[in-house]
């Protein structure tokens, strides 16, 4: 299988940005104003598809890479879910005890929190093991 470049990588998330940025500053702002429910849902997923697509980009790119590469990026995908799930965690039960309220909103959070301490992670692993990704 031939690998992923970094460029390549890049060149692909960047145009899946462009798609993403602008129906989340034009187009998202107004679907609860919609009246339509099919038309409503359609708007409300929209943005999905660029995600989901950032997600299938970084799978290729993991499934590329040679093995200390896959091995760092496992242990960073293992550290943000567990971040995650335990702030999902604390956060329910604050929110269940009424401490806190949270509405569902707040879950639109997940994923992009889920990604910066993926890349956090990823970063101080790269540099421990003196990985420089996909080139």
């Not at 890049?10 to 187009?27: G, V």
């Not at 679907?31 to 038309?39: A, F, G, K």
């Not at 409300?44 to 760092?72: C, F, H, M, N, Y």
């Not at 569902?104 to 101080?124: E, H, K, M, N, R």
């Amino acid at each position: 299988m031939p690998r992923y470049t970094a460029r390549q990588y890049r060149r692909s998330m960047l145009l899946l940005m462009a798609i993403y940025l602008p129906l989340m500053l034009l187009e998202w702002p107004h679907v609860r104003q919609i009246t339509s429910l099919p038309l409503k849902c359609v708007l409300t997923l929209l943005p999905t598809l660029p995600v989901i697509g950032v997600i299938w980009l970084i799978g290729k790119r993991i499934a590329r890479s040679d093995e200390l590469e896959q091995r760092v990026h496992l242990i960073a995908l293992g550290a943000a879910t567990g971040v995650v799930s335990v702030l999902s965690l604390i956060g329910g039960f604050l929110s269940a005890a009424h401490v806190i309220e949270l509405d569902g909103d707040v879950l639109i959070w997940v994923f992009p929190v889920l990604c910066l301490v993926y890349s956090i992670t990823q970063i101080a692993l790269q540099r421990r093991y003196g990985v420089h990704g996909c080139d």
